[in-house]
Antibody
């Protein structure tokens, strides 16, 4: 069974940094594209970033380009999101998600999410 | 960026009724369209991918159709657990984009 567990969320001041982690199990992590998706309180879903199996391709939503970095460690079955220069608008639940083996970029499996709150 | 527009934002229906949710793309996404269901306080769940393929363990009352720019999600007979929020998502182009969601309420 696919299992994705996010961690690293919390309260951070505007301009601060945070690193999210996602521990994956139940599948061969190195074979799949992975994603981060976020959801602001009471709002809809927003895709944040994707990373290819070997890290050779990374994609970001415009609002986080230059501030967020997606990465992975296939030896540790882990996905990461380094978030710098955080703004109040980055406050959200951040979900780790896995795409299917076909590599089509829909989100087949989701973690439970970790809450990031940016506030002074 | 491809803008995904869902309508209506809220749909008021009765249990047992048939309901159709709409999702429109600002440009063609071929059949690269997924639907998700999100219950309050829960993680989104994949319902439909490739516009019309049901995901694993999704009941047959859920069906998707469309291609290009116009898509629909149909729930043939609403059950109590179906009164939640639904999102569409295109994966034809970067950035991946979601619709704003449709809330189905009693």
């Amino acid at each position: 069974e696919v299992h994705l567990v996010e961690s690293g969320g919390g309260l951070v001041q505007p301009g601060g940094s945070l690193r999210l982690s996602c521990a994956a199990s139940g599948f061969t992590f190195r074979n799949y594209w992975m994603s981060w998706v976020r959801q602001a309180p009471g709002k809809g879903l927003e895709w944040v970033a994707n990373i290819k199996q070997d890290e050779s391709e990374k994609y970001y939503v415009d609002s986080v380009k230059g501030r967020f970095t997606i990465s992975r460690d296939n030896a540790k079955n882990s996905l990461y999101l380094q978030m710098n220069s955080l703004w109040a608008e980055d406050t959200a639940i951040y979900y780790c998600a896995r795409v299917p083996a076909s590599n089509y970029k829909y989100l087949q499996h989701w973690g439970q999410g970790t809450l990031v709150t940016v506030s002074s | 960026e491809i803008v995904m527009t869902q309508s209506p934002a809220t749909l008021s229906v009765s249990p047992g009724e048939r309901v159709t949710l709409s999702c429109r793309a600002s440009q063609s996404v071929s059949s690269n369209l997924a639907w998700y269901q999100q219950k309050p306080g829960q993680t989104p769940r994949l319902l439909i991918y490739d516009a019309s393929a049901r995901a694993t363990d999704i009941p047959a009352r859920f069906s998707g159709s469309g291609s290009g720019t116009e898509f629909t999600l149909t729930i043939s007979s609403l059950q109590s657990e179906d009164f939640v929020v639904y999102y569409c998502q295109q994966y034809n182009n970067w950035p991946l984009t979601f619709g704003g969601g449709t809330k189905v309420e009693i």
